[in-house]
């Protein structure tokens, strides 16, 4: 009975390694989105994602594309641990005044799942970068 019990701990400590390992090999977001051609490629299909849904697309009429990229590039390549410091706004202030509602940020991140999908980017990549981006939520929305 002792040797099974040894055996059953020594085959756990054998999972929970290779399961850490196994962690540990996920590549760093920045690296899984493609690098700057990525961040680039997928910047790209977010603001014409944007731009075309009829929901949301209303809120990027009067947009200075060439900014909003720009600063979209360096936010995603911050927060996807790529380097860059993003120079724009807060979220807050860059979203004050446009009492976004929930429904409306919504359709943002359904708008922003359907780019990642049209320009290539796995589920999982697309749920990593949304989990990083979820904590925005309160400053974007009521503002």
Do not use: W
């Not at 909003?68 to 360096?74: G, P, S, T, Y």
């Amino acid at each position: 009975d002792g040797e099974l019990v040894m055996r059953l701990i020594c085959a756990l400590m054998l999972s929970l390694l290779l399961a850490a390992c196994a962690t540990s090999r996920e590549p760093r977001l920045y690296d899984a989105l493609g690098g700057d051609a990525g961040i680039e490629k997928l910047v790209d299909a977010l603001v014409a994602e944007y731009h075309a849904d009829a929901k949301i697309g209303f809120l990027f009429a009067e947009t200075d594309d060439a900014y909003f990229k720009a600063r979209l590039r360096e936010q995603l390549c911050a927060i996807s641990d790529g380097g860059c410091d993003y120079t724009g706004l807060d979220m807050v202030e860059a979203h004050s005044g446009m009492d976004l509602s929930e429904a409306q940020f919504n359709d943002f991140v359904d708008a922003s799942r359907r780019a990642m999908t049209r320009a290539g980017f796995a589920i999982g990549v697309q749920n990593r970068l949304l989990a990083r981006l979820a904590p925005m939520r309160g400053d974007v929305i009521h503002q």
